[in-house]
């Protein structure tokens, strides 16, 4: 892979990973931020049509990144149910208030 092409693409891969650092730490905004910049680097790396020198090495980080974005997928559905969970607790807890208030009256 000539020198500027393999710094687009481990440009790439380091985005991925800082993804997943951003993910446990529960960082929304910049992942948002981070994936929407890969995004455009992965489509203006693949404007170029890959090698066939590049191959092994893209077809391996095309598979890292599947892997790591589906636990993205998993670790931000948890962390959805959590808040939802959360938001539900708390309807329930204001309703025990207002009961009770009421029922003061």
Known sequence: MLEARQQQWNSI?????K??????????????ELESERFGQIENFFST??????????????RQMLQSDELLKQHSLSQQQNMSDGI??????????????????
């Open 13 to 17: 891969l380091q985005m991925t990973e």
């Open 19 to 32: 993804l997943h650092q951003l993910s446990k730490q529960e960082d929304w905004h910049a992942m948002t």
């Open 49 to 62: 049509p890959v090698t066939e020198s590049e191959v092994e090495e893209v077809e391996e980080g095309i």
């Open 88 to 105: 539900k607790k708390m309807s329930t807890g204001r309703k025990a208030i207002k009961a009770y208030g009421d029922f003061q009256k």
